[in-house]
């Protein structure tokens, strides 16, 4: 009975909207990987620049998530309007620190 739910509510999203989610959650999950990674490796060597690739990771982690749950649950935050631009600012600025901050 479950199945038959979940199947008629798969068939009802268009598979554009289909292919967009499976790719947020396939995304989501490799950057939750990478988070433990990135974690274990910080742990192993104490590199400052895998604190910079763990923010980031985290950063696009949460990006995607929300992403996910908006187009889910058709969320709309005005102040997560603001949020997405700055974590894609923030993003960047970690992309940029991470290479020439020294230890």
Do not use: W
């Amino acid at each position: 009975m479950g199945f038959d739910v979940l199947s008629s509510i798969i068939q009802q999203i268009p598979l554009y909207d289909q292919t967009e989610l499976i790719l947020y959650v396939v995304a989501s999950l490799f950057a939750a990987v990478m988070i433990g990674k990135s974690v274990s490796m910080y742990i192993k060597t104490g590199l400052i620049n895998l604190k910079y690739a763990t923010v980031v990771l985290i950063l696009f982690c949460a990006f995607f998530v929300y992403e996910n749950l908006e187009h889910l649950l058709s969320v709309d935050f005005p102040t997560i309007d603001i949020l997405i631009p700055a974590t894609g600012l923030t993003i960047m600025t970690f992309f940029f620190l991470s290479p020439t901050k020294r230890n």
